[in-house]
């Protein structure tokens, strides 16, 4: 995934985590968002977010295709 691509983050129990990572020499969190059950979130990877952690069972859809967390 290339910046200015996006995925959606969609929660399979309540108290899903969503956790954007800072760009840089120290990373950091900067930005996070807590999902209820069935709740969607369209993610973006941007100049100032690196990565994204997500915490509790959710499936993650992107033009790469399809991943489940649900252990």
Request: avoid cysteine; charge should be negative; charged fraction near 25%.
């Amino acid at each position: 995934m290339s910046q200015g691509d996006f995925f959606i983050v969609k929660a399979l129990e309540n108290g899903v985590q969503v956790i954007g990572l800072t760009r840089g020499t120290d990373t950091k969190f900067h930005h996070a968002e807590k999902l209820d059950q069935h709740e969607m979130l369209v993610v973006q990877f941007t100049e100032h977010t690196s990565a994204i952690k997500i915490k509790g069972k959710a499936v993650i859809e992107s033009s790469v295709g399809q991943m489940r967390n649900d252990q």
